[in-house]
């Protein structure tokens, strides 16, 4: 609801959850607070979604660089991957994020977007459906739906990345964690403040463990 009588906004934000980063990660530190303006979305300093695998890092190196002339090096090592390994393995998984991160620094969602499905749909018909590691997937591709008002659309890919995390590591783990987290997210931009906030004391309750 974008009319004048939004309730008002809590006294927390999702951000306060970023101490959930990656336990996994320890080399990673924490992104900081996300810009508020939608304008800067693109050259945000950070993930907007907890775990997202590069779309958002690998698009702001572009931006940040100012790597006008990637697109053709990009594809020429898209192809020589897909030459030697196939067109339908795993192993051209990065060579296609890179391009999607490019396309969708440029904001050429467009074309950004065949490509994160097509790298979901790779990693699904090698993996299984319910394998963690396209939980990365469904985050990116959740970040480029959110980055474009279709809320509907990146709402169901989180929920199945929390229903994937909660069934393979269990309702308390910190991956779970990361996914409540990103949902609460999501319904914080919407202005769905109460579930927003249950989502984020749920992942908190985890946190606190």
Do not use: C, M
Request: aromatic share 8%; no cysteine; net charge positive.
């Amino acid at each position: 609801d974008e009319g004048g009588d939004r309730k008002p906004r809590p006294h927390y934000r999702p951000d306060d959850a970023l101490s959930l980063w990656p336990l996994s990660r320890p080399d990673k530190q924490p992104p900081p607070p996300r810009s508020r303006r939608r304008g800067d979305r693109r050259r945000s300093s950070h993930h907007k979604f907890a775990e997202g695998k590069n779309l958002k890092k690998l698009a702001e190196f572009y931006s940040q660089e100012g790597y006008k002339d990637a697109e053709p090096l990009l594809h020429s090592a898209l192809a020589i991957n897909e030459k030697a390994l196939g067109t339908d393995h795993p192993g051209i998984e990065d060579s296609l994020n890179n391009l999607a991160a490019l396309y969708y620094s440029q904001g050429k969602y467009a074309k950004a977007e065949p490509i994160l499905q097509r790298v979901l749909t790779i990693n699904e018909k090698a993996l299984g459906t319910d394998h963690p590691h396209i939980v990365h997937s469904l985050y990116n591709l959740a970040e480029l739906y959110s980055d474009q008002g279709r809320y509907a659309e990146a709402e169901l890919l989180l929920k199945r990345a929390l229903t994937i995390n909660e069934k393979t590591f269990g309702a308390k783990h910190p991956h779970v964690a990361y996914s409540l987290k990103n949902l609460a997210q999501l319904y914080y931009e919407q202005g769905k403040y109460r579930e927003a906030e249950l989502f984020q004391q749920r992942a908190l309750d985890i946190k606190e463990r």
